[in-house]
């Protein structure tokens, strides 16, 4: 009885594996190096308690952003012949937290940020998965206090941190979800941090 159900175990792997080998040695579409995508944040309807991702790949925070828009741009710049992409990019950010209380007013923050971003992909033949992280990318922001976090200057850096799919069909729409992290990962004395917990992102490669 346990050789017959490894015996069927074997074969379903087997036949999983005649499906996802052939797709998986899909081209990318490199010739697509550009990219513009629109990111959106609302606690209201992305109240996702993810666990913060441990130093160094995010600095800690004081503060969770309550809703948010990003607009950003990107272009490759580099990409090996499969699994591995380098772009750099751009985004423009708006966050704002609601007031709590007499003790914490509403305040929005604006963000300009420069970045380089990685891409480690998984090429199938209709969509292409794949993991996205970026750090340290300079950004100015509008204010050196946000709710209850301060800085010592308007000065900091963003980490993105995600997972997304591009479909490899025109228009070749990508989908991700992306975490955002502010900080001066302690090159000024003061450092409070700011978390965007998820945003959604919707983008167009062309």
């Not at 809703?67 to 090996?80: A, F, K, S």
């Not at 950010?93 to 998984?122: E, R």
């Not at 069909?169 to 700011?194: C, E, Q, R, T, W």
Request: hydrophobic residues 40%; contains cysteine; charged residues 15%.
């Amino acid at each position: 009885m346990l050789i017959t159900r490894r015996r069927h175990i074997h074969c379903l792997a087997l036949l999983l594996l005649s499906f996802i080998l052939p797709s998986a040695y899909a081209s990318l579409p490199w010739d697509l190096k550009h990219q513009i995508s629109v990111a959106h944040y609302d606690r209201n309807y992305l109240n996702w308690d993810l666990p913060h991702p441990p130093s160094p790949l995010f600095w800690s925070a004081s503060t969770k952003v309550d809703t948010g828009w990003v607009l950003m741009y990107e272009q490759t710049i580099y990409h090996n012949k499969r699994f591995f992409s380098l772009d750099a990019g751009s985004n423009a950010s708006y966050w704002h937290v609601n007031a709590h209380g007499n003790t914490q007013p509403a305040q929005s923050l604006y963000t300009l940020s420069g970045f380089l971003s990685m891409h480690v992909w998984i090429p199938m033949s209709r969509v292409h998965p794949y993991l996205y992280y970026s750090v340290a990318g300079p950004t100015l922001m509008s204010d050196s206090q946000f709710s209850t976090t301060r800085f010592s200057n308007d000065f900091s850096f963003q980490d993105q941190l995600g997972i997304g799919i591009l479909f490899n069909k025109k228009p070749n729409i990508d989908l991700a979800l992306k975490m955002i992290h502010y900080s001066n990962g302690d090159v000024f004395p003061i450092n409070g941090g700011i978390d965007v917990p998820v945003v959604v992102s919707l983008g167009i490669r062309f």
